[in-house]
């Protein structure tokens, strides 16, 4: 889960059957800190793609995949703790780009 650049990189991967998977890209930076303790916590994040690739114009760059995660677990207290990370990031992210809130 991890790299030498972002020790919190969540990469994402295609599944090519049920043996066989590859790694198609990765989270933002921006919620890979969340991402990463979401999993270490017994959480599993599933992304379904919901447009075409473009440009990134995030701080790492390169190409983003419009997608929508879909973030499970069974353990029930980590939920409101991940809710109340990803709104204030998905806040801070907004005011970096100059999008309102």
Request: glycine share 6%.
């Amino acid at each position: 889960m991890s790299n030498k650049d972002d020790k919190f990189a969540v990469a994402v991967y295609q599944e090519l059957s049920i043996d066989e998977k590859k790694i198609v890209g990765h989270l933002p930076v921006e919620f890979s800190r969340i991402a990463a303790y979401f999993i270490e916590n017994s959480g599993e994040i599933s992304c379904k793609v919901t447009g075409k690739r473009k440009h990134s114009k995030g701080p790492q760059g390169g190409v983003a995949i419009p997608c929508k995660l879909c973030l499970t677990t069974l353990n029930k207290r980590h939920v409101k703790k991940l809710d109340a990370l990803i709104a204030a990031e998905t806040i801070k992210i907004l005011h970096r780009y100059g999008l309102n809130v």
